[in-house]
């Protein structure tokens, strides 16, 4: 097997500077890499990276779990942790919780124990964060626990602007569909919705509790609770929901109740899933930053590895990505 003092040799260069190489070290001039990749190139060298983890205390290896790998918005979330990741030298490891705290709390003691140099996770829930005790670092996202440090969108401020955006269209009978109760992103979400909704649907002597459903983040759970909704009286002009999947949901729940969107229901989705721009009619959604969640949730693991102090995260900033499910309501609700 080829070592690396044989690749140093082949290069002209010392067994340190192969390292730096190989450790991508921005100090290394231009033709001395060159040089010493052609000589990794011609001798095929392949570093012992269990040595190397040893002698570093380093696997370049970390570790992501999200709560639902089929979900298109963790998905997508996923695809940029990893790129993020390879670009800064570092492989990636992934668990699918499934939703289960017990899934997520194994998943944290087995990356944990295959000596990755930090864990990203997306919690399902707190406890299970509490329950392990891990030596790696560990950064959230998306859904914050006390303790931790985290990297999320302002999920408040996207579903206001949402339904402050249906206000100014002139609705004033807007419901909400969100998330599971239990999990802060959707009690964040649904707020965002009440900040405006709430004296809306007051004034016009309705409950603002009666308008509002809390489910599933999916499909299925889009378009129960959206035929609940739409058979209220007042019938609901507009809606917001949590995520772009229950937006879908709601629009096959309108279609089958002969209601035209966005004619006769305005509906919002929150995350801009790649399927939101292609849906009929084309969804309006919060869009979520999500390259730059998975680039700074990268960045927060590392300089945790690297024994550098976090500042307080600043919650990303969302956007109202505006397209075709949405108008003024056409005529007053019944």
């Given amino acids: 097997m080829v070592s690396i003092r044989e690749v140093a040799r082949r290069a002209g260069v010392s067994v340190g500077t192969v390292s730096r190489v190989m450790n991508r070290n921005p100090t290394v001039q231009r033709a001395t890499r060159e040089r010493v990749e052609a000589a990794i190139q011609e001798l095929d060298y392949v570093p012992n990276a269990i040595a190397a983890s040893l002698r570093s205390r380093r696997t370049h290896t970390l570790g992501l779990i999200v709560p639902d790998v089929t979900n298109p918005y963790f ?17 990636l490891l992934l668990g699918n919780s499934d939703n289960d705290p017990l899934q997520e709390r194994l998943y944290i003691r087995t990356l944990s124990t295959r000596r990755v140099d930090g864990l990203i996770i997306a919690p399902t829930d707190a406890s299970a964060l509490h329950a392990e005790t891990t030596r790696v670092p560990i950064v959230l996202i998306d859904r914050p626990v006390a303790g931790h440090a985290v990297v999320a969108s302002n999920h408040r401020e996207g579903a206001r602007q949402a339904a402050e955006y249906l206000a100014q269209l002139g609705h004033r009978v807007i419901a909400c569909i969100a998330g599971p109760a239990d999990i802060p992103v959707a009690r964040d979400r649904h707020a965002g919705w009440l900040d405006v909704a709430a004296d809306l649907l007051a004034s016009a002597g309705m409950d603002p509790a009666s308008y509002a459903r809390f489910g599933a983040f999916d499909f299925l759970s889009g378009e129960e609770m959206a035929r609940s909704l739409l058979a209220l009286n007042p019938r609901p002009t507009a809606i917001v929901t949590g995520s772009d999947q229950q937006a879908v949901g709601a ?12 004619q006769a229901l305005s509906i919002v989705g929150f995350d801009d899933i790649p399927l939101a721009a292609v849906v009929s009619p084309r969804l309006t959604t919060v869009a979520q930053p999500i390259r730059a969640i998975s680039e700074e949730a990268v960045s927060a693991l590392l300089q945790l590895r690297d024994g550098v102090a976090l500042s307080r995260h600043q919650p990303l900033r969302t956007r109202l990505e505006i397209r075709e499910s949405c108008a003024p309501p056409a005529y007053s609700s019944s």
């Fill in 75 to 91: 998905a997508e979330l996923v695809r940029h942790i990893e790129r993020a990741a390879a670009a800064a030298g570092n492989s």
């Fill in 251 to 262: 629009m096959r729940a309108a279609a089958d109740m002969k209601i035209p969107v966005p």
